[in-house]
T-cell receptor
Framework: AQRVTQPEKLLSVFKGAPVELKCNYSYSGSPELFWYVQYSRQRLQLLLRHISRESIKGFTADLNKGETSFHLKKPFAQEEDSAMYYCALPLPNAGGTSYGKLTFGQGTILTVHP | EADIYQTPRYLVIGTGKKITLECSQTMGHDKMYWYQQDPGMELHLIHY???????EKGDLSSESTVSRIRTEHFPLTLESARPSHTSQYLCASSPTTSGLGYEQYFGPGTRLTVT
């Protein structure tokens, strides 16, 4: 079954330190993975998707099929990065198509201290 | 402005009441979704819709029901609210374009408390 696991519920770092939010997945086929972010008092929004291979707000995420991971990384954390982060994976129907449905991990609350 | 709206933002209601959470989007998206975000902040899909008159239950069982009579409107109804329904409910939509088929746009949420 398709599943996303974020092993760390809470993650605290100091400003300027590197940060890595872990995401592991189980998926039959070639997954398209996403990171969503929810800042305090803001809506849940897309941060980045692996297929675009882009860096957003200094964050990158590399798909590692061997380790079935899609960890989110940033070399120098900023206080404004403090937020809830969700890793997400397409959730297919029985027929194999997903019609845009996603399954989300449990989320990681990142706190960046000054 | 293209957006996704949810009303009310906060609702406190007594047990046994019927409630409807409203969700509307002006983004022209065919697909719409309802998620329940529990106190542990996990996000669970409870309903989704591919288009008008098309609704399906999500991976988390829910006593709520939904309807999709108009493309832009996807309300969620609880016939008889219970304290176990206390949660945050998020509505989302996504475009049909295959390249962007999985990017979901979320509303601000409705925080429901059933006393």
């Amino acid at each position: 079954a398709q599943r996303v696991t974020q092993p760390e519920k809470l993650l605290s770092v100091f400003k300027g330190a590197p940060v890595e939010l872990k995401c592991n997945y189980s998926y039959s086929g070639s997954p398209e993975l996403f990171w969503y972010v929810q800042y305090s008092r803001q809506r849940l929004q897309l941060l980045l998707r692996h297929i675009s291979r882009e860096s957003i707000k200094g964050f990158t995420a590399d798909l590692n099929k061997g380790e079935t991971s899609f960890h989110l990384k940033k070399p120098f954390a900023q206080e404004e990065d403090s937020a809830m982060y969700y890793c997400a994976l397409p959730l297919p129907n029985a027929g194999g198509t997903s019609y845009g449905k996603l399954t989300f991990g449990q989320g990681t609350i990142l706190t960046v201290h000054p | 402005e293209a957006d996704i709206y949810q009303t009310p933002r906060y609702l406190v209601i007594g047990t046994g009441k019927k409630i409807t959470l409203e969700c509307s989007q002006t983004m022209g998206h065919d697909k719409m979704y309802w998620y329940q975000q529990d106190p542990g902040m996990e996000l669970h899909l409870i309903h989704y819709s591919y288009g008008v008159n098309s609704t399906e239950k999500g991976d988390l069982s829910s006593e709520s029901t939904v309807s999709r009579i108009r493309t832009e409107h996807f309300p969620l109804t609880l016939e008889s609210a219970r304290p176990s329904h206390t949660s945050q409910y998020l509505c989302a939509s996504s475009p049909t374009t295959s390249g962007l088929g999985y990017e979901q746009y979320f509303g601000p949420g409705t925080r429901l408390t059933v006393t």
